[in-house]
């Protein structure tokens, strides 16, 4: 089936930024929204933010509302978050994966990569 790679991660001063790649491989990916999560040690799979394919229609966690951008190349079949403004707090292993929908609830996203570490440092 279809297989996810993000990559983009790295380590990065606090206030400085990445941008985050989640490319599809092989078969062509048909889902109808691809949304990034996060999990720090010792915490649950948290949302970042979701786009859908066709509108570009977004939905973003409130932590990360105006510091991170989700956006998609359709030709391409990759989705981007640009992460701006980082703190200590962003933390985490970054995940995609595909959604019937813009929730916000792991459970409803299947087709996990293998997730690339953001580290911010103080």
């Known amino acids: 089936q279809v297989q996810l790679a993000e990559s983009g991660g790295g380590l990065v001063q606090a206030g400085g930024s990445l941008r985050l790649s989640c490319a599809a491989s092989g078969r062509t990916f048909n889902s109808y929204a691809m949304g990034w999560f996060r999990q720090a040690p010792g915490q649950e799979r948290e949302f970042v933010a979701a786009?859908?394919?066709?509108?570009?229609?977004?939905n973003y966690a409130d932590s990360v509302k105006g510091r991170f951008t989700i956006s998609r190349d359709n030709a391409k079949n990759t989705v981007y978050l640009q992460m701006n403004s980082l703190t200590p707090e962003d933390t985490a292993v970054y995940y995609c994966?595909?959604?019937?929908?813009?929730?916000?609830?792991?459970?409803?996203?299947?087709?996990w990569g293998q997730g690339t570490q953001v580290t911010v440092s103080s």
């Open positions: 786009i859908s394919w066709r509108l570009g229609r977004t």
């Open positions: 994966a595909g959604g019937g929908t813009l929730s916000a609830i792991p459970e409803r996203y299947d087709g």
